[in-house]
Nanobody, 122 residues
Framework: QVQLVESGGGSVQAGGSLRLSCAAS????????MGWFRQAPGKAREEVAR???????SYPDSVKGRFTISKNNADDTLYLQMNSLKPDDTAMYYC????????????????WGQGTQVTVSS
């Protein structure tokens, strides 16, 4: 069974940085697509980064140039480096995973972690 455990959240002032980690285990396939999502109170869940099996990445305009997704393939740990943080980045951040293919396509991300809170103060 796939398990995802996030860590690294916390409180930081605007302009600061945080690195989130997602320890993944239980993968039964070698090809996965993984991503980071966030949800603030009263707002819809938003995808903030995706890493595809072919190494491709994607970000929404709201975080492009500030957030970087990466993965350590040796231990299946997913990271989200967040720089130049803004108060609008305050949210619960979730790691998610699903099947991925070499053409960069992804299945629905069926596996989710429990989340880690990020709070950015002005």
């Amino acid at each position: 069974q796939v398990q995802l455990v996030e860590s690294g959240g916390g409180s930081v002032q605007a302009g600061g940085s945080l690195r989130l980690s997602c320890a993944a285990s239980g993968f039964t396939h070698s090809s996965y697509c993984m991503g980071w999502f966030r949800q603030a109170p009263g707002k819809a869940r938003e995808e903030v980064a995706r890493l595809r099996q072919n190494g491709g990445t994607s970000y929404p305009d709201s975080v492009k140039g500030r957030f970087t997704i990466s993965k350590n393939n040796a231990d299946d740990t997913l990271y989200l480096q967040m720089n130049s943080l803004k108060p609008d980045d305050t949210a619960m951040y979730y790691c998610a995973a699903g099947r991925g293919w070499s053409d960069g396509s992804c299945s629905q991300l069926a596996y989710w972690g429990q989340g880690t809170q990020v709070t950015v103060s002005s």
